[in-house]
């Protein structure tokens, strides 16, 4: 089975603070894919990034930074210097290759508020 | 070019009447699937449809079918509506095989069940 825990529910912090969202996951397919995605109050799934298995590099997009590693089976994603507009539900997802299956499997998300 | 595209945005519908929800792949997409939002929680598999044909399936109950249309576009019924049925409801489209490519998601459909 697979499965994707976000153990934080909730974070807050002050704006221009650095801010990272734990996410890690469990499956026993060899190649998968993990994603992270944002969902503001309008509903709708942001994607933001992706990384495949055999890639551990970690990623930096603007003030979005990713760590891939598959010792720990962790994909945590930190915001640097965050800003109100990052206030949003974030979600880290699974998909696995085996068996055909195309499917998310989503972790419960993590709720980050960015006070001014 | 046009995103995916879901309708209702929003739905009221009484305990055990019966809803319909549409989705309009992204254009190129030929995989659509559902998902299930609670509030609060993350998403849950609803079931995926490949070609016409509902290719697999998450742990919902019978009360939730769907279908796929020649132009790729599908829909989600729900029959004997409770109230625990109350979600946002999400569309995904994507390629078959092409996970190296995101999944793109719809607004939603919030459907409050009363």
């Known amino acids: 089975a697979q499965k994707v825990t976000q153990a934080q529910t909730e974070i807050s912090v002050v704006e221009k603070e650095d801010v990272t969202l734990d996410c890690v996951y469990e499956t026993r397919d060899t190649t998968y894919y993990l994603f992270w995605y944002k969902q503001p109050p309008s509903g709708e799934l942001v994607f933001l990034i992706r990384r495949n298995s055999f890639d551990e590099q970690n990623e930096i997009s603007g003030r979005y930074s990713w760590n891939f590693q598959k010792s720990t089976s962790s994909f945590n994603f930190t915001i640097t210097a965050s800003q109100v507009v990052d206030s949003a539900v974030y979600f880290c997802?699974?998909?696995?290759?085996?068996?055909?299956?195309?499917?998310?499997?989503f972790g419960k998300g993590t709720k980050l508020t960015v006070n001014p | 070019d046009a995103g995916v595209t879901q309708s209702p945005t929003h739905l009221i519908k009484t305990r055990g009447q019966q809803v319909t929800l549409r989705c309009s792949p992204k254009?190129?997409?030929?995989?659509v699937s559902w998902y299930q939002q609670a509030l609060g929680q993350g998403p849950q598999f609803i079931f995926q449809y490949y070609e016409e044909e509902e290719r697999q399936r998450g742990n919902f109950p019978d009360r939730f079918s769907g279908h796929q249309f020649p132009n790729y576009s599908s829909e989600l019924n729900v029959n004997a509506l409770l109230l625990g049925d109350s979600a946002l409801y999400l569309c995904?489209?994507?390629?078959?095989?092409?996970?190296?490519?995101?999944?793109?998601f719809g607004q939603g459909t919030r459907l409050t069940v009363v």
């Open positions: 254009s190129g997409h030929d995989t």
């Open positions: 995904a489209s994507s390629l078959t095989g092409e996970w190296n490519t995101e999944a793109f």
């Open positions: 997802a699974l998909i696995g290759t085996q068996g055909g299956s195309e499917k998310l499997v």
